[in-house]
């Protein structure tokens, strides 16, 4: 049988390991975070102006953000508002056969008019749920251009957008290794504290008679 000591031990060491391992797991969550802030699965230019239909890559690597969001980036010194987008219509297309595509979307969704945007420069204009990983084309057509997009350089962006879901099992992750950590330190010094003091008696000398 295990003393209490042996016990507690055993049980510091494995909290220790599981601290650890939770906090490997943490590191690599966080840089799968970052992957999905930072990447751009397609970015490409057109002209929303006029009609016309302009294809490009899309390359998805997750499943697990809440969004996919389609952006039109302008490239002006002049600060522009969604009114320049008064007009637009068409569709989005995202292909896996160029016969069958997976998704059409319409280029704009008018929900999005009351929308504060982020920057002068880069109106929102579809969202979307993200499906399987994988490489993919997407076909912009315009049927009716913005008439105030005329000559303003142009790129279309897809990004993800991340809704607060995805960073709960960062927090979790953290949280388990802040609390296996303190364990460990309130165990570690309860065994210091309690530990076994080895008495030392020393005899007495005797004179020699």
Known sequence: MFSKRSFLWFLMIAMAAGAIYFANDAIRYNNKLESWITATPAEFPVDLSQPGEYEGALELISTRPCKLTFFLKLHSNQSIDRSALKGLSGNVRILDDPTDPLHILPLINEYYDDWPENSDH????????????GKYRMRVSVRQGAEKLKDIKQTF????????????????????VIIFGLACLIIGLYLYTTRPILAVVLEPEHEPV
């Open 122 to 133: 880069i109106l929102t204009l579809v969202r979307i749920n993200p499906w399987n990983v």
């Open 157 to 176: 962006v897809v990004k993800y957008e991340l809704c607060g879901l995805e960073y709960w099992p960062d927090y979790i992750g953290k949280g388990v």
